[in-house]
């Protein structure tokens, strides 16, 4: 290290050849100050020393280079001659070392230059002689042939130092330098090439904290760390972590809020207390400099607690931690357990558990059906044991959480909820449960041992499974049959009896909606079930039928296409004509139901259809009545200004002869009346 600065760590050995003295190679991690000058001078003079006259510098400790890369006569200094590329010993051509202002660690990233901000790239000053009276030339050498330099250079008067600046639009692309050094004849004497160099853009990453946590009733202050993170050529390296200035700050609710000052990554404020609520919130808006001088702002919530402590029972049963069940005869185990909050001058908040406590039970419910016994380690943990005749039956437990002061005196620890408390339930039935093993799967497990005899379906949670060797079947999919289904715990009701649920992977699938096929016939499925209640005509949407893209009405019977029907049904105050269970749009003409004949326009019973109307399949004329054919009607009918002679609801255009119609006689030919003169 030299002035604060660092040389390329992977440039060759310099070696400085000169035609008529032995080469001396350079450290490449150079003294600093008067030791490199005096490193300097001392190898310039070297070259005119006897290999004696070369220990006896070294014996008067006069300044010389680093042992390791001073070569003395004779055979070392022949063997590192070796090490000189043999091209730049033949031209004379000195390797000159660059150094920078900061650097990476490796050649792919020697160093980096900002877009818009200076770096110094200078030539080693040890070699300041061999600049004298020479022509330096600096470049950069892309490592992409690109059109435009990603880089501006600027070099000094003597050329020793190279000014680089990143330009705009150009982050990202990497080169390297390259010097050149000419004596007055134009002979090129010496060259440097730096390691890669990228162009960055600076970046200013801020660190604020999102919430600051405290108690209600509270006063004290809180570190507002609010830093910068910048990477530029100012702080090269984004280590440094700057403290922004904070001008004012606000809070959305000065009533439960009070902010009383700042100073120093500091704010001091006042939580006051309100109503019963766990916690009361506020939004805090910090206005500030950034580093750039430009004023923004920035904001935060604060939290104030209003309870130190939390605690619960809980149960170590298989049943249920927080609501055990215990058989007849058998045992069960509670404990108060308690955790204090703290909240710290950083404004964080950690909770851990708190033991400094003795508990005051209290019993309420069957309290004869059990008997109560206290661990003697642990004043904590209680033993609940059912008696032997009981069933059917519950206790409720209550913790009053007691703490000793200092001063000696008892208080009851504050618990949000009021005191803690939980149900022990007495049954005699099994106890089902599925349990998640460390494979992924859910066991079934009966009075906690592993049931591989049952095969139904056992509520897990919100979800239900259906279980057949122990666990999850996950290979049943669609609509399946369940002959019997429990919940959880003790329950002997069979929620799921002699039923069709609709599966997915084994868990009854509540999300699907629409039909399904099962054993040749159609069903509509909804919330995991055949949809029961649905019966009659139905609209079922293309997305939910997984045979056609389209909608279709469909005639289902407990939800059940009835695939088999021909007639007619209702819908919507309309009559349609269904075949094969479904409306075909397609049926236009006559139908006949239930003894009737009906006028069907595009699968629809057509209710504007009265008078006389021709069916477009047989061509006949027939006398309808809202969309039924009059069977029942003969006489005359009126169509076009023209009468007809109508038999049975029928054209009569076989009929032959006269009838009378308003006093006159007519004749009929082809069903039409003609009035007889």
């Known amino acids: 290290m030299r002035h604060g600065k660092q040389t390329a760590a992977f440039f060759l050995a310099a070696a400085m050849v000169m035609s008529s003295s032995p080469a001396v190679v ?15 001078t001392g190898a310039l003079a070297e070259s005119e020393l006897t290999s004696g006259e070369q220990e006896t510098t070294e014996q008067t400790g006069e300044a010389i280079l680093p042992e390791d890369n001073l070569l003395s006569a004779g055979s070392e200094q022949e063997e590192t001659e070796k090490e000189i590329p043999q091209d730049k010993a033949e031209s004379g051509i000195t390797e000159i070392p660059i150094i920078s202002e900061w650097q990476g660690t490796t050649e792919e990233l020697w160093s980096w230059v900002y877009v818009e901000q200076e770096q110094k790239f200078t030539l080693d000053e040890a070699y300041a002689e061999v600049f004298k009276n020479h022509e330096i030339k600096w470049s950069w050498e892309s490592a992409e042939a690109k059109s435009e330099s990603a880089v501006q250079l600027k070099t000094s008067a003597d050329g020793v130092i190279c000014t680089v600046t990143g330009v705009k639009g150009h982050a990202g692309e990497k080169g390297k330098l390259v010097v050149e050094v000419f004596d007055e004849a134009g002979k090129q004497t010496g060259s440097a090439t730096s390691g890669q160099i990228e162009v960055r853009e600076p970046s200013y990453q801020y660190d604020f904290p999102e919430v600051i ?31 922004v200035e904070i001008v004012d700050i606000k809070v959305d609710r000065p009533d439960l809020f009070e902010v009383q000052g700042w100073e120093n990554g500091y704010v001091y404020l006042k939580s006051i207390g309100g109503d019963d609520s766990i916690f009361h919130s506020t939004t805090m808006t910090v206005a500030y400099k950034r580093l750039d001088n430009v004023l923004d702002t920035y904001s935060l919530s604060l939290m104030a607690y209003t309870w130190e402590y939390s605690g619960l029972l809980v149960s170590s049963s298989y049943t249920n931690r927080y609501a055990p069940t215990v058989k ?37 419910g069957d309290e004869n059906a059990v008997s109560i016994e206290q661990d003697k380690e642990n004043g904590r943990l209680i033993y609940i044991t059912a008696k032997e005749d009981t069933d059917g039956c519950k206790v409720h437990l209550k913790a009053h959480y007691m ?94 009896s002699n039923t069709f649920c609709f599966f997915k992977d084994g868990q009854i699938d509540e999300e699907f909606e629409g039909l399904t096929e099962y054993d040749g016939a159609k069903f509509y499925v909804k919330d995991g079930e055949i949809t029961t209640d649905m019966n009659g005509l139905y609209l079922v949407s293309g997305a939910d039928d997984e045979s056609t893209t389209d909608d279709k009405f469909y005639f289902f019977s407990n939800g059940q296409i009835q695939s088999e029907y021909k007639g007619l049904a209702l819908y919507d105050n309309e009559w349609f004509y269904l075949e094969n269970g479904y409306l075909d749009t397609n049926t236009n003409g006559i139908v006949e139901h239930d003894g009737g004949k009906f006028i069907v326009a595009v699968g629809r019973i057509a209710k504007e259809a009265n008078g006389l109307w021709q069916d477009p399949k047989d061509k006949k004329w027939y006398f309808a009545a809202n969309g039924q054919i009059q069977t029942q009607h003969t006489g005359v009918a009126g169509y076009d200004g023209k009468l007809f002679y109508v038999i049975k609801g029928e054209l009569a255009t076989d009929y032959k002869g006269t009838i009378k119609y308003n006093g006159a006689v007519y004749e009929v030919i082809n069903g039409q009346l003609y009035k007889k003169k």
Request: glycine letters at 10%; a negative charge.
């Open 213 to 243: 946590y405290m108690f209600q009733d509270w006063e004290g202050k809180r570190a507002l760390n609010m830093i910068c993170v910048p990477e530029d050529a100012d702080h090269p390296y984004g280590i440094e972590k700057i403290p």
């Open 403 to 496: 703490h000793q002061n200092e001063d000696g005196n008892i208080e009851e620890i504050g618990i949000p909820g009021g005191s803690p408390d939980i149900y022990v339930s007495i049954r005699k039935g099994p106890y089902r449960q599925l349990r998640e093993s460390g494979d992924g799967k859910l066991y079934y497990y009966v009075d906690n041992k592993l049931d591989t005899e049952f095969e139904g379906v056992i509520s897990y949670r919100s979800d239900a499974f259906y279980i057949k060797d122990g666990t999850v079947a996950t290979d049943i999919n669609g609509l399946h049959f369940v002959a019997e289904g429990y919940k959880e715990g003790t329950s002997e009701e069979n929620v799921f």
């Open 26 to 40: 350079f450290a490449e991690d150079l003294q600093s100050g008067a030791e490199q000058e005096a490193a300097a």
């Open 328 to 364: 007849p005869g058998e045992t069960v185990d509670v404990e108060a357990l308690a955790w204090r909050t703290y909240m710290r001058e950083d404004g964080t908040q950690t909770t851990e558990p708190f033991t400094d406590f003795y508990v005051e039970w209290i019993l309420s």
